[in-house]
Protein backbone atom coordinates (compact mmCIF):
# COMPACT_ATOMS: atom_id res chain seq x y z
CA UNK A 1 0.00 0.00 0.00
CA UNK A 2 1.38 3.26 -0.91
CA UNK A 3 0.49 5.41 2.44
CA UNK A 4 1.88 9.21 2.04
CA UNK A 5 2.61 11.19 5.37
CA UNK A 6 3.10 14.66 4.39
CA UNK A 7 4.63 17.28 7.21
CA UNK A 8 4.93 20.63 6.49
CA UNK A 9 6.55 23.33 8.25
CA UNK A 10 7.99 26.94 8.20
CA UNK A 11 10.78 27.57 7.69
CA UNK A 12 12.54 29.29 11.35
CA UNK A 13 13.24 32.72 12.86
CA UNK A 14 14.07 35.44 10.54
CA UNK A 15 15.55 38.94 11.07
CA UNK A 16 13.23 41.63 12.25
CA UNK A 17 10.84 39.87 14.23
CA UNK A 18 10.70 38.95 17.75
CA UNK A 19 14.34 37.60 18.34
CA UNK A 20 17.31 40.00 18.21
CA UNK A 21 19.83 39.97 16.05
CA UNK A 22 21.08 39.79 12.08
CA UNK A 23 20.67 36.97 9.56
CA UNK A 24 23.21 34.77 9.11
CA UNK A 25 24.91 32.44 7.02
CA UNK A 26 25.59 28.78 8.35
CA UNK A 27 29.42 30.17 8.46
CA UNK A 28 28.43 33.23 10.27
CA UNK A 29 28.44 35.77 7.19
CA UNK A 30 25.71 38.55 7.38
CA UNK A 31 22.51 37.56 5.02
CA UNK A 32 19.42 39.55 5.41
CA UNK A 33 17.65 36.60 3.98
CA UNK A 34 19.26 33.50 6.41
CA UNK A 35 18.55 32.43 9.51
CA UNK A 36 18.70 34.70 13.06
CA UNK A 37 20.74 32.76 15.51
CA UNK A 38 17.69 31.39 17.41
CA UNK A 39 16.32 30.38 13.56
CA UNK A 40 19.42 27.98 13.86
CA UNK A 41 18.51 26.37 17.11
CA UNK A 42 15.49 25.82 16.00
CA UNK A 43 16.65 23.85 12.92
CA UNK A 44 19.10 22.30 15.51
CA UNK A 45 15.89 21.11 17.00
CA UNK A 46 13.91 20.07 14.10
CA UNK A 47 17.16 17.91 13.22
CA UNK A 48 16.50 16.29 16.53
CA UNK A 49 12.92 15.34 16.43
CA UNK A 50 13.07 14.04 13.07
CA UNK A 51 16.42 12.75 12.74
CA UNK A 52 16.56 11.38 16.41
CA UNK A 53 13.43 9.67 16.41
CA UNK A 54 12.62 11.77 19.26
CA UNK A 55 8.68 12.33 18.54
CA UNK A 56 7.72 9.20 18.09
CA UNK A 57 5.02 8.58 15.95
CA UNK A 58 4.07 11.53 15.45
CA UNK A 59 7.08 12.90 13.69
CA UNK A 60 8.64 10.31 11.65
CA UNK A 61 12.08 10.13 9.91
CA UNK A 62 11.29 11.94 6.59
CA UNK A 63 12.34 9.72 3.45
CA UNK A 64 12.36 13.22 1.29
CA UNK A 65 12.64 16.69 2.17
CA UNK A 66 11.41 19.39 -0.01
CA UNK A 67 12.31 23.54 0.82
CA UNK A 68 11.70 26.19 -1.58
CA UNK A 69 14.70 26.87 -3.90
CA UNK A 70 17.38 29.61 -2.40
CA UNK A 71 19.32 30.23 -5.92
CA UNK A 72 15.65 31.24 -7.25
CA UNK A 73 16.42 33.61 -10.33
CA UNK A 74 14.54 36.99 -10.59
CA UNK A 75 11.51 35.56 -11.86
CA UNK A 76 10.37 33.36 -8.64
CA UNK A 77 8.88 35.30 -5.57
CA UNK A 78 12.04 37.06 -3.88
CA UNK A 79 12.23 39.08 -0.79
CA UNK A 80 15.73 40.92 0.78
CA UNK A 81 17.06 41.18 -2.79
CA UNK A 82 17.33 37.58 -3.39
CA UNK A 83 15.67 34.45 -2.82
CA UNK A 84 15.17 33.36 0.62
CA UNK A 85 17.66 31.16 2.14
CA UNK A 86 15.12 30.57 5.07
CA UNK A 87 13.27 27.32 4.14
CA UNK A 88 16.48 25.17 2.62
CA UNK A 89 18.35 26.49 5.90
CA UNK A 90 15.86 25.22 7.79
CA UNK A 91 16.63 21.70 7.06
CA UNK A 92 19.78 21.45 5.87
CA UNK A 93 20.76 20.20 9.24
CA UNK A 94 18.46 17.38 9.17
CA UNK A 95 19.10 16.41 5.13
CA UNK A 96 22.90 15.97 6.67
CA UNK A 97 22.02 14.21 9.46
CA UNK A 98 19.77 11.75 7.31
CA UNK A 99 21.67 11.97 4.47
CA UNK A 100 18.67 12.95 2.41
CA UNK A 101 19.66 15.76 0.05
CA UNK A 102 16.64 18.56 0.16
CA UNK A 103 14.74 18.69 -3.34
CA UNK A 104 14.63 22.43 -3.94
CA UNK A 105 12.99 21.90 -7.51
CA UNK A 106 10.63 24.68 -6.89
CA UNK A 107 10.77 28.06 -5.99
CA UNK A 108 8.24 30.58 -3.87
CA UNK A 109 5.29 31.21 -6.41
CA UNK A 110 5.31 27.52 -7.79
CA UNK A 111 3.26 25.43 -4.81
CA UNK A 112 0.99 23.96 -7.72
CA UNK A 113 3.75 22.55 -9.25
CA UNK A 114 5.20 21.34 -5.38
CA UNK A 115 2.16 19.75 -4.54
CA UNK A 116 1.62 17.64 -8.01
CA UNK A 117 4.73 15.88 -7.02
CA UNK A 118 4.78 15.48 -3.57
CA UNK A 119 1.58 14.18 -3.95
CA UNK A 120 2.52 11.69 -6.37
CA UNK A 121 5.03 10.05 -3.39
CA UNK A 122 4.52 7.32 -0.66
CA UNK A 123 6.34 7.57 3.06
CA UNK A 124 7.37 9.97 5.10
CA UNK A 125 7.84 13.77 3.21
CA UNK A 126 8.87 16.67 4.80
CA UNK A 127 8.20 20.34 3.45
CA UNK A 128 9.72 23.68 4.37
CA UNK A 129 8.38 26.60 3.16
CA UNK A 130 7.14 30.17 3.75
CA UNK A 131 4.23 30.90 5.95
CA UNK A 132 1.86 33.11 3.36
CA UNK A 133 2.31 30.34 1.04
CA UNK A 134 1.94 27.55 2.95
CA UNK A 135 -1.27 29.20 3.67
CA UNK A 136 -2.36 30.54 -0.04
CA UNK A 137 -0.26 27.53 -2.05
CA UNK A 138 0.21 24.76 -0.80
CA UNK A 139 -2.96 24.09 1.31
CA UNK A 140 -5.30 25.28 -0.95
CA UNK A 141 -3.96 22.73 -3.35
CA UNK A 142 -3.76 19.21 -1.21
CA UNK A 143 -7.12 19.71 -0.33
CA UNK A 144 -9.02 23.21 -0.10
CA UNK A 145 -12.52 21.30 1.53
CA UNK A 146 -10.63 19.24 4.03
CA UNK A 147 -12.31 20.67 7.73
CA UNK A 148 -9.69 22.92 10.16
CA UNK A 149 -7.22 23.68 7.75
CA UNK A 150 -5.81 26.53 9.40
CA UNK A 151 -6.73 29.92 7.16
CA UNK A 152 -3.87 32.15 8.48
CA UNK A 153 -0.42 31.63 9.77
CA UNK A 154 0.63 34.19 12.66
CA UNK A 155 3.74 35.88 12.39
CA UNK A 156 6.00 34.81 15.14
CA UNK A 157 4.46 31.07 14.66
CA UNK A 158 7.57 28.94 13.82
CA UNK A 159 6.65 25.78 16.32
CA UNK A 160 3.71 24.21 14.39
CA UNK A 161 3.79 21.49 12.01
CA UNK A 162 1.39 20.45 9.61
CA UNK A 163 0.28 16.63 9.35
CA UNK A 164 -1.38 14.97 6.35
CA UNK A 165 -1.70 11.23 6.01
CA UNK A 166 -3.32 9.09 3.23
CA UNK A 167 -3.45 5.66 2.79
CA UNK A 168 -3.74 5.28 -0.85
CA UNK A 169 -3.60 7.17 -3.99
CA UNK A 170 -6.27 8.88 -4.77
CA UNK A 171 -7.70 7.97 -0.96
CA UNK A 172 -8.95 10.88 1.59
CA UNK A 173 -6.14 12.59 3.69
CA UNK A 174 -7.04 13.30 7.26
CA UNK A 175 -5.13 16.28 8.88
CA UNK A 176 -3.30 17.56 11.91
CA UNK A 177 -1.50 20.41 13.50
CA UNK A 178 0.79 19.09 16.27
CA UNK A 179 3.27 21.23 18.73
CA UNK A 180 6.18 19.82 19.42
CA UNK A 181 6.92 22.73 22.09
CA UNK A 182 10.94 22.82 20.93
CA UNK A 183 12.21 25.97 22.22
CA UNK A 184 11.29 28.25 25.56
CA UNK A 185 8.12 30.35 23.70
CA UNK A 186 6.42 27.61 22.17
CA UNK A 187 2.74 26.99 21.94
CA UNK A 188 0.42 24.51 21.65
CA UNK A 189 -2.47 26.85 20.09
CA UNK A 190 -3.26 26.10 17.23
CA UNK A 191 -2.95 27.88 13.97
CA UNK A 192 -5.92 30.49 13.34
CA UNK A 193 -7.12 30.52 17.03
CA UNK A 194 -6.22 34.32 17.77
CA UNK A 195 -2.79 35.89 17.33
CA UNK A 196 -1.48 37.94 14.10
CA UNK A 197 0.07 37.17 10.75
CA UNK A 198 2.67 40.23 10.06
CA UNK A 199 0.45 42.68 12.19
CA UNK A 200 -2.75 41.67 10.99
CA UNK A 201 -5.19 40.13 13.84
CA UNK A 202 -6.27 36.77 13.33
CA UNK A 203 -9.85 35.20 14.74
CA UNK A 204 -12.25 32.15 13.55
CA UNK A 205 -10.36 29.01 12.43
Given at each position: MAALTLMIIRHAEK????????????????????????????AAAWCALFGAGLGGADFPRPDAIYAADPNAGAG????DDGPSQRPFETVKPLGDRLG????????????????????????VVLVC???????????PAIGANLPALPLKWDGQRFDVVLR????????????????????????AIPLGKGGTIDGEATTGR
Open positions: PNGAWPGPGLTIDGTSDARSLVIRGWQRAAAAVKPVTTWALGQEASLVTEITKLSSWEHKRIISGILFDRAAPGGAWTFRQLFPKLLSGDS
